[in-house]
């Protein structure tokens, strides 16, 4: 029978992909087919315009809320 130390390493080397996947998650809003502050059309899996200012203005408008 197997004992803990056997088992660790096959445990970790099966949580691993998964583990790494969640840690790469896009902070703030998901992509919806709209530019978030703006909501003009975009591109399939852009959130923001290829400008920063478009994000910063989401980012501050919901500091203050």
Known sequence: M???VDIAP???AREAPCLLAASHRPAGPLANGK???????VEPGMRWHPRVECRDSWHKKQGRR
């Open 2 to 4: 197997a004992d803990i």
């Open 10 to 12: 096959n445990r970790a």
């Open 35 to 41: 530019y978030h502050h703006c909501d003009e059309p």
